[in-house]
């Protein structure tokens, strides 16, 4: 077995800044977005979760080290050095420079300031002293400078790499003579030229590279993550908006360098930055167009108007409601002479400097457009097509052999959106009134999310899509809502495997408790799996039932960041409208049945024919790391069942039994870990 690395997870625990880590996925997203997650990840994550396997790079920003200290000396460090020197990555920011660093000397005789210490990572084997100059103040731009940095194209001989450029600076070190650890597998990759207001020894480094194991370190004493794009030149500091136009008529090399300094970590960069797209209008429509009206009638105790306008303002969002024709009239009125040429789908507004920084995508009001007339045209939404999307349902329906309301019925589609899950599970008075089955999908996530520290990467391409139910508590005892990842699970891999006739053999299988696995189209041998979909669940109760959001995403014809569908050579290409609608139809038979009899024998045998963990000899860690061997789930609630294993692998007699939501597998090293 063997694993792609593919998140690339930026601290934002103890000690980091919320503007810095916003900086760090803004630039990181947009030159390594879809092949990896950027995605951040916290300290207790760090040191309890199975995150290395799975992390290509571990970034820590801008902040105070002594928080990361705090939080993560001890196990947290361990694990980051063991992950580095058995080949894993690490970039730190300013103050992630400073950690990364064997010793820290921190504005040394400021007593307000003053931070001296040795540092348990030691990636660069010296001192990282500050601050290079002098003015520092936390939380604000009073020390802010934009100083030249000499660039080695010695050291950085990938992509295009500048001779210089200005880089945002606010309270960096510089690394002591960093020239002189050269045999230590130290590269000096830019330096300031600027005099320093500390000692800088040898040489003047604000980057270096440093060789750990087998693995690399990259640390910076400034912040080429920052762009100048979001960066508010009418801060109240004297001089911060030339700052600003100086780091702005620079903004090319420094993306180049940022781009050297990955490509130098032997990361997969775009050639060009990816732009996170505008946010584009919601569609709402049903298989029977007259139910499209049912759905808003269920909603107008929440509608308020507003100049005319209705609107809907739940917990997360606020839904701005319109109608077809009214859509098309603004259609027209751009198509006419004179009109400013833009997308009709985008919600965001002004130049494309202004689209192309930070966003914060909940302070965007989301355009919702009621189909309660006809279903959508395929020129309204020209990535989805509604016309076979209902023709598929309703042709596996009539497949069906389970009595039961299909899914799937009742659908929201937008071309971009944040989180399908977000938008159900977090705006709760919309989701109390959304009947079972309802499901949002979407071609493009700008923000999705997944179990834990993971996340499914959303480019277009994948399938995505989120789907209410309203479980009764008075199915509970027979049928836990517990098993609803299993059923999801098990649609999609049955989804898959009755899409058309000769697709039963598509290699996809299942990683408990919520993870798709495909063969590998690269092993020839078939015997290595890679993860090309998850599975997350929310649920609260409401009343006398649960509502739940089971969210899915599934690669289906995009090749990155792992492998897709389409990749595992079926008879004929999947399409997402097809795979759609058979997916929520098997997941509508599934559900009805379980509600019925529970997770029978029949369940039982069905998913351990696709589960790959049968037999397979695992470490329980949280139980003193004894061995043990899968035996299955428990009918009940769902456990996973571990027979304790002692002397040469014998079984002991003692079974033990795991909880999916305290538990993190780590399938590739055998090692099951409890989330505290």
Same mark, same amino acid.
């Given at each position: ?109 400021? %007593?307000?300031?003053? +931070? +001296? ?33 000499? +660039?080695?194209?010695? /050291? ?91 780091? *702005? ?13 990955? #490509? ?68 027209? /009125? ?17 130049? /494309? ?40 349902? %309703? ?39 959304? =009947? ?18 993971? +996340? ?33 699970? #098990? ?29 590998? =189209?690269?092993? =020839? ?83 351990? *024919? ?62 099951? *870990?409890? *989330?505290?």
């Amino acid at each position: 077995m063997a694993t792609k690395r593919m998140n690339i997870l930026v601290y934002a625990g103890n000690g980091s800044t919320v503007e810095s880590v916003k900086h760090c996925l803004y630039s990181l997203r947009r030159l390594l977005s879809p092949r990896h997650a950027v995605i951040t990840v916290s300290g207790d994550a760090i040191i309890k979760e199975p995150w290395t396997a799975s992390c290509a790079l571990l970034v820590f920003p801008g902040g105070a080290d002594l928080g990361y200290c705090r939080t993560l000396n001890g196990e947290g460090n361990r694990r980051i050095s063991q992950y580095v020197e058995r080949g894993g990555l690490y970039l730190g920011f300013c103050a992630g420079g400073y950690y990364g660093s064997k010793r820290c000397e921190f504005e040394v005789g400021n %007593k307000k300031l003053e +931070v +001296v210490g040795n540092r348990e990572l030691a990636f660069f084997p010296g001192t990282c002293r500050g601050c290079a100059f002098s003015g520092f103040v936390y939380h604000s731009e009073a020390g802010t400078r934009a100083p030249p940095l000499k +660039v080695s194209k010695t /050291a950085l001989v990938k992509g295009s790499v500048p001779d210089n450029f200005r880089s945002y600076y606010n309270g960096g070190g510089v690394f002591v003579d960093a020239p002189e650890f050269k045999d230590k597998g130290v590269e000096v990759l830019a330096s300031f030229t600027d005099k320093l207001d500390v000692d800088p020894g040898e040489g003047s480094a604000s980057v270096v590279y440093c060789k750990v194991g087998d693995g690399a370190a990259v640390l910076t004493s400034t912040h080429p993550e920052f762009a100048a794009v979001n960066l508010d030149p009418n801060v109240d500091v004297p001089g911060f908006d030339k700052i600003v136009k100086a780091l *702005k008529e620079d903004e090319k090399q420094r993306t180049d360098f940022l781009k050297a300094c990955l #490509l130098k970590l032997g990361l997969h960069v775009n050639q060009e930055q990816t732009t996170i797209p505008s946010l584009s209008r919601l569609h709402l429509s049903s298989a029977v167009v007259s139910n499209t009206a049912k759905l808003i009638e269920a909603l107008q105790d929440i509608i308020t108007m507003q100049d005319g306008e209705e609107y809907i303002r739940d917990e997360n969002d606020i839904f701005h409601l319109e109608k077809p024709a009214t859509w098309s009239l603004g259609l027209l /009125a751009n198509a006419l002479p004179g009109a400013t040429e833009k997308n009709p789908e985008s919600e965001e507004s002004g130049n /494309a400097e202004d689209q192309d920084k930070i966003i914060d995508y909940n302070e965007i009001m989301k355009r919702l457009v009621v189909h309660d007339k006809d279903q959508p045209e395929s020129k309204d939404t020209p990535y989805f097509n509604h016309q076979a999307y209902f023709a598929n349902l %309703k042709h596996y329906e009539s497949q069906s052999r389970e009595n039961g309301e299909t899914f799937g019925k009742n659908i929201l589609y937008g071309e971009v959106v944040t989180s399908t899950n977000t938008m159900l599970e977090k705006n709760t008075q919309i989701l109390r009134r959304l =009947p079972t089955g309802f499901t949002a999908t979407a071609t493009v996530q700008v923000a999705g999310r997944g179990r834990g520290t993971n +996340v499914w990467v959303s480019p277009a391409g994948s399938l995505m899509f989120s789907t209410a139910i309203r479980h009764p508590m008075s199915l509970m005892a027979q049928a836990p809502v517990v098993f609803l990842q299993y059923l999801a699970a #098990l649609a999609i891999v049955q989804g898959v495997q009755t899409y058309d006739h000769g697709f039963q053999r598509v290699p996809v299988r299942l990683k408990w408790p919520n993870d798709i696995f495909a063969a590998d =189209p690269t092993d =020839p041998s078939g015997k290595t799996f890679v993860k090309i979909g998850g599975i997350l669940v929310n649920s609260h109760y409401s009343t006398s039932e649960y509502l739940s959001v089971v969210g899915v995403g599934l690669n289906t014809t995009n090749p990155s960041p792992t492998t897709s569908l389409n990749a595992l050579n079926p008879p004929a290409p999947f399409t997402l409208e097809k795979l759609l609608a058979r997916i929520l139809t098997c997941f509508s038979s599934l559900y009805n049945r379980f509600t019925r009899t529970g997770f029978d024998k029949y369940f039982e045998d069905l998913y351990y *024919k696709h589960w790959l963990h049968s037999e397979q000899i695992v470490t329980l860690e949280a139980e003193g790391g004894i061995r043990a061997r899968i035996k299955g789930i428990t009918r009940d609630w769902g456990l996973l069942r571990a027979e304790e294993l002692g002397w040469e692998d014998r079984a002991t007699g003692k079974v033990l039994t795991l909880q999916s939501d305290s538990n993190s597998f780590d399938f590739f090293k055998g090692l099951i *870990k409890r *989330k505290e």
